[in-house]
């Protein structure tokens, strides 16, 4: 099983940003696609981003243009940059790796311990 690290969560004020971590303990994302995901308290785990092998991205559009989604050049770790944060990003971030089949991103691992992300004045 592939471990992930979810770091970089916190509280932030409306409009402030946040760049989360998922660290690999290998070179898994030159691999295998990642992908971001939260669940808000009392919601369904919802796909926020993901990014394949080979830099492609792809968005929710609650979060375009606020959120980038990128790896680092060792591509061990996924990061979330988050910008113009609001109070409805509010919830758990979990990342894991995945693939797309057809229009479906479908995830391959165990989920992770997750960061929390507050937005809150």
């Known amino acids: 099983q592939v471990q992930l690290v979810e770091s970089g969560g916190g509280l932030v004020q409306p409009g402030g940003s946040l760049r989360l971590s998922c660290a690999a303990s290998?070179?898994?994302?030159?691999?295998?696609?990642a992908g971001w995901y939260r669940q808000a308290p009392g919601k369904q785990r919802e796909l926020v981003a993901t990014?394949?092998?080979?830099?492609?991205?792809n968005y929710v559009h609650s979060v375009k243009g606020r959120f980038t989604i990128f790896s680092d050049s060792a591509k061990m770790t996924v990061f979330l940059q988050m910008n113009n944060l609001k109070p409805e990003d509010t919830a758990d971030y979990y990342c894991?790796?995945?693939?797309?089949?057809?229009?479906?991103?479908?995830?391959?691992?165990?989920w992770g311990q997750g960061t929390q992300v507050t937005v809150s004045a």
């Open positions: 290998g070179s898994i994302f030159s691999i295998y696609a």
């Open positions: 894991n790796i995945g693939a797309w089949f057809g229009g479906d991103f479908r995830r391959i691992s165990n």
């Open positions: 990014i394949t092998s080979d830099g492609s991205t």
